[in-house]
């Protein structure tokens, strides 16, 4: 993978778009010398320093390229969602998706977690990572297309919504076969 520069923004995963300021060496506790990329998170504007050594493990990453933001609305629009019966199981594929920080999983994630809302309250755990994986891609689409916020949650709204009434219509069209 090619270094981050200073001054690039970059998805930390599970908190979303970041920049990054300072890329700097510093001695920590062990008296070890080690290079740090100091990152200040969007969303906040809280400060994380992360060891160039563990880039690849916590899956800090470059914003993705536009395909991918098309390729996302997609997922976002078609209509397949899997879900778990029961809430542990569920919340467990879905906190393995969010930790990967890859848009697709968390799209995923979303898609589900939106459609149980439809049938039941979710879990106070359950609404955090609704709330985490809706942030997490509407920040990283509104940097991705250089739109605010706000015009990128209503593109992603638009997107969940059309693919809750492709699933509707799904069931529909089988219950309606199954009548005949």
């Not at 890859?102 to 939106?114: F, I, Y």
């Amino acid at each position: 993978m090619a270094p981050f520069k200073i001054g690039q923004k970059v998805v930390y995963p599970n908190h979303g778009v970041s920049v990054i300021e300072t890329i700097a060496a510093a001695k920590i506790g062990d008296g070890v010398e080690q290079t740090f990329y100091h990152l200040r998170l969007l969303s906040n504007n809280s400060k994380v320093m992360v060891p160039k050594g563990n880039l690849d493990l916590v899956g800090l990453r470059p914003l993705c390229p536009t395909a991918e933001i098309r390729q996302l609305f997609s997922i976002l629009e078609d209509g397949n969602i899997d879900t778990y019966k029961d809430w542990k199981g569920r919340y467990k594929q879905n906190l393995d998706k969010m930790k990967t920080g890859r848009l697709t999983e968390v799209a995923e994630v979303l898609k589900n977690l939106r459609l149980v809302s439809q049938k039941k309250s979710l879990s106070f755990r359950e609404k955090k990572m609704y709330e985490r994986a809706k942030y997490f891609i509407v920040s990283e689409v509104a940097h991705v297309k250089d739109i605010n916020e706000r015009e990128a949650e209503d593109l992603v709204e638009r997107a969940l919504t059309s693919s809750l009434e492709k699933r509707h219509r799904t069931s529909q069209s089988q219950v309606a076969a199954l009548a005949v």
